[in-house]
């Protein structure tokens, strides 16, 4: 046995319930803040942020995507989405979706479910400006019982806890062909999840804030064959770091893709796609930690799945790049 790599695997293991509740805890003691899921494709998956983006469809839409976040470090978050979208009524003005999120980060499972809605008001057939809803329940759930605590009697961990919020939010979208840009709040409401006094962490607060969107992308023809295209995405929430990703992908024939982002102070990543038909489209992310977790993990993975289906009398003509 290798003794100089077991014995830091040994205390990394005695370490981690004290590192899952600060990592789950500490940044609320200190802001008060949550931060949302975050996914390197999120060029792929925006109906999880911004309603509006179903206004940008003309067939019916779905999309299923898991991101395994820091692999091979105990406790790091686990998300999967799956969306549907589709238009309503003959002049494609209005459409519905639903979007289901799990995230799981140690003890905690956070599972949402909304009803999306999006209105184009603008349209000249090359561009449309759409506004969107969002608006459902959220479900967070924490196990105390997978925790290695210090004082198995602390009362304050007896009993695993289970929170039920409503959710309720908007976004603006506009797209032609070649560009888009949106502006979304998923949630507006300030939903207070957990509250500590007097226990080890003297006084601790969970509270939902407002998390801010900003996306945006454009794609250029390099040649006939050959297209790129540069994206970007900035979440803002109160008591967190902004974060930004940037990203560009090249597109080969409308088939096959690949790209590289980058997410400030925080991670690099290679993208590959690949249209398997006019009909679906798979993806793959590999994220390199720029951070010291990186020591720790073997990075993180994400796949996305999409499939379009065209409704009666109506086809594909080419493939969706956002």
Excluded: C
Excluded at 164 to 179: C, E
Excluded at 193 to 221: C, P, Q, T, W
Excluded at 269 to 286: C, H, M, P, T
């Amino acid at each position: 046995m290798n003794w100089k790599t077991h014995i830091p695997r040994l205390i990394n293991a005695r370490l981690t319930g004290l590192w899952l509740l600060i990592f789950h805890f500490g940044p609320w003691m200190q802001s008060n803040a949550q931060q949302d899921p975050q996914y390197t494709m999120h060029m792929y998956n925006t109906q999880v942020v911004n309603p509006a983006y179903l206004g940008s469809t003309e067939a019916v839409h779905f999309g299923f995507l898991t991101r395994s976040q820091w692999v091979d470090f105990e406790g790091s978050p686990q998300t999967g989405s799956f969306t549907i979208s589709s238009p309503v009524g003959r002049r494609n003005k209005t459409a519905l979706g639903l979007s289901i999120v799990s995230d799981v980060i140690g003890p905690t499972t956070e599972q949402s479910l909304t009803a999306d809605y999006g209105y184009t008001f603008y349209n000249d057939y090359g561009s449309k400006i759409t506004l969107g809803l969002k608006a459902g329940v959220s479900n967070l759930q924490v196990d105390y019982s997978i925790l290695n605590l210090a004082n198995t009697s602390d009362e304050q961990f007896s009993e695993n806890t289970s929170l039920l919020s409503p959710q309720i939010g908007a976004g603006i979208y506009y797209n032609n062909d070649r560009f888009y840009a949106g502006f979304s709040v998923p949630n507006f409401l300030k939903t207070k999840h957990y509250e500590v006094n007097g226990s080890v962490f003297a006084s601790a607060e969970a509270k939902e804030r407002m998390h801010y969107f900003l996306i945006a992308g454009y794609v250029f023809d390099i040649n006939d064959a050959i297209k790129l295209k540069p994206a970007g995405m900035v979440k803002i929430v109160r008591g967190s770091p902004i974060q930004m990703d940037l990203s560009a992908n090249i597109y080969f024939n409308e088939k096959i893709t690949f790209g590289a982002a980058y997410r400030l102070d925080a991670a690099i990543s290679a993208i590959a796609g690949f249209a398997l038909s006019d009909r679906a489209f798979v993806g793959f992310a590999y994220d390199y930690q720029t951070t010291a977790i990186q020591q720790f993990s073997s990075g993180s993975y994400e796949m996305i799945l999409r499939f379009t289906i065209p409704r009666k009398g109506e086809r594909i003509l080419t493939p969706r790049f956002f």
